[in-house]
């Protein structure tokens, strides 16, 4: 079943086009990679799925209820020396909250602490999130868009500045809920993500889909693999935009 079916869009800020003609349909189950240079559109396509932003041209359908989205935003805009816990950052995205204003219920911090259990960061519900490791802070951030109970996850750019054992660890962890939410990452770090994903939309204004069970697999994180090299060994050609310039 398409959860999220995307037809025709197009978008532009001010009267530069960013995103030209998207056709993409995002299966219930899939691992989706979106990957592309900077300034490609990909963080735009993500908020346009989002409701964040309005296409201008084209449709977006999700077979979906609204809050059954999960966001991890590639600027969580938090303040890491702010003083604040693992579990009351996992708090702040909880939806579900009736007594907002009041405090937080015991369901809502019973809610909390299975997020960050499901996240293996149960022991770490007091530490402050400035003493927690980038991987570390990055699964807290996975626990809070888990207490919307979501369907579908996206995540923008999840493993900017994490070393690549705390990639495979975050990566580790989204396969792990893929058994049960449809997970969208945007990334640049592709040699690591390729492993996980089962599916890769290359997105430079416009948008090529692949499926990876044609991608010769098991490719070595500890090399880069640049995006001419990835859409060649798709049967693809692009031209890369990464930043080693190749
Ligand atoms: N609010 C905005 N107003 C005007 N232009 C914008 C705005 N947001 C993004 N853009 C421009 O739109 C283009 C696409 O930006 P977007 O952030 O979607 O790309 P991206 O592929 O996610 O880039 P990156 O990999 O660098 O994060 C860029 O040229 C960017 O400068």
């Known amino acids: 079943m398409d959860i999220v079916q ?8 001010d009267k530069v086009n960013v995103l030209e003609n998207i056709n993409l349909d995002i299966k219930k189950g899939d691992f989706l990679a979106i990957i592309g240079p900077n300034g490609g559109g ?28 999960g966001y991890v935003p590639q600027n969580t805009n938090l303040n890491i020396d ?9 708090l702040m995205g909880h939806i579900g909250s009736k007594k907002r204003f009041f405090g937080y219920s015991k369901e ?5 602490m299975n997020s960050l259990s499901q996240v293996g960061m149960k022991e770490f519900a007091k530490s402050k999130i400035g003493n927690l490791s980038g991987g570390q802070r990055q699964r807290v951030f996975i626990a809070r868009a888990l207490c919307a109970n979501p ?21 580790e962890l989204l396969a792990n809920l893929n058994k049960s ?26 948008l090529v889909y692949h499926k990876l069970d044609n991608l010769n697999n098991n490719i070595d994180e500890n090399e ?18 990464c930043k080693h310039g190749c």
């Open 6 to 13: 995307i037809k025709d869009l197009s978008f532009k800020y």
């Open 42 to 69: 990909k963080s735009t396509l993500l908020k346009l799925i989002l409701d964040l932003k309005e296409p201008q041209k084209g449709t977006i359908k999700k077979n979906l209820s609204d809050d059954s989205f």
């Open 82 to 90: 702010f003083p604040i816990t693992a579990l009351e950052v996992v």
């Open 108 to 112: 809502d911090i019973s809610c909390a």
């Open 151 to 171: 369907e579908i996850m996206l995540l923008d750019e999840p493993t900017a500045s994490i070393d690549v054992k705390g990639q495979k660890e975050v990566y």
């Open 181 to 206: 939410i449809t997970i969208v990452v945007v990334s640049h770090d592709i040699s690591v993500l390729l492993n996980y994903a089962k599916s890769v939309a290359h997105v430079n204004k416009n």
């Open 224 to 241: 880069h693999l640049c995006e001419v090299e990835l859409l060649s060994a798709l049967g693809k050609n692009s031209s890369c935009g």
